[in-house]
């Protein structure tokens, strides 16, 4: 299974990604409490102003990026009569010259053949760090959290409940937690925070004799993953009404990629061309795998993600025609 080896903890605690993790956990620990606060306590609402602020906040390296890439492709065929200048010429000199007229015109059109890769570079760890709040909410809202503590203090009085933890997470058709204690409130947070609908009914049918303390508190995080009619929770299937978010995930995904390469397609040659047509097709294709095989929640993350990349692009596109006009 493509994430079988995803090590969950708790809360993230990698050098670099860790701590970004907890101040993206902080800002949706915040928005989550204001829309309990107005009784909108579902957490699809708090999944997409969370990616709409953190898009906002990321929105200068993506436009310097976008711009970094128009403004290699513009000196392109200039770019190329240089590299035909010095094609038989493989000596150090003349290869000495080729690149400080390379630099030169880079310098002329303040571009860096760089300058497309170091947003992406500093993106990265953003991205991952988003994905680890996305991927164990329950490790950073503090209010979701404690239902799942409430649990937990009930089913620790169950005889035996540590030998049904330990099953549960070796036969979880989600990834395992990595290095499981049942005897740690953390660990098993981080199992039941990944539990679907039909593995809670599983866990409810081993703790019977609780059934009356915790069913109530299940009902509630069910209630809380709700957005719409889709268990975010769940895995989207062709049988619910969750197939809509790998579905319109494909369709926002295709028109970012064709309204980016309408951005880009200028100063392209036949290659770059038909390498970008074939992008265009094949993304679509790649996000809609992903989000198949994701819960529902890192689905609706993706999708809102794309639909702010799709808007981004059109207002970019339109300001390019400005200026070229």
Not at 83 to 102: H, L, T
Not at 128 to 155: C, D, T
Request: charged share 15%.
């Amino acid at each position: 299974m493509l994430f079988s080896n995803i090590v969950i903890l708790t809360q993230s605690t990698s050098f670099l990604t860790g701590p970004i993790a907890k101040a993206f956990g902080v800002i949706m620990n915040t928005i989550y409490d204001l829309f309990s606060s107005i009784g909108m306590g579902s957490l699809g609402y708090s999944i997409i102003l969370f990616t709409i602020i953190i898009r906002l906040l990321m929105l200068p390296l993506a436009i310097k990026q976008q711009k970094s890439m128009i403004g290699m492709q513009k000196i392109q065929p200039q770019l190329k009569k240089i590299q035909d200048k010095y094609k038989n010429k493989k000596d150090a000199e003349s290869q000495n010259k080729m690149r400080m007229e390379m630099s030169q015109l880079y310098q002329q059109h303040n571009v860096s053949p760089f300058g497309g890769c170091l947003p992406l570079l500093i993106q990265f760890p953003i991205i991952m760090s988003l994905f680890a709040v996305l991927r164990n909410i329950p490790a950073y809202i503090e209010s979701i959290k404690a239902l799942y503590i409430s649990i937990i203090a009930s089913i620790k009085t169950v005889p035996g409940f540590e030998n049904i933890l330990d099953g549960m997470n070796n036969v979880a058709k989600t990834p395992k937690v990595n290095n499981f204690d049942p005897t740690i409130d953390n660990k098993i947070v981080d199992l039941l925070g990944k539990l679907s609908t039909s593995e809670w009914n599983t866990f409810k049918e081993h703790f019977v004799s609780v059934g009356e303390k915790i069913t109530p508190v299940i009902d509630k995080i069910t209630e809380v993953n709700y957005f719409l009619g889709i268990n975010l929770a769940d895995k989207p299937n062709l049988m619910s009404i969750a197939i809509l978010i790998p579905v319109l995930n494909v369709i926002v995904q295709f028109l970012v990629s064709k309204t980016t390469m309408s951005a880009n397609s200028k100063n392209m040659d036949e290659k770059q061309a038909a390498t970008n047509k074939t992008m265009m097709y094949t993304m679509p294709l790649i996000t809609v795998f992903f989000v198949i095989t994701m819960p529902a929640g890192l689905g609706l993350y993706w999708l809102t993600s794309s639909t702010f990349q799709l808007v981004q692009q059109i207002v970019i596109n339109k300001h390019l025609k400005k200026d070229a006009k």
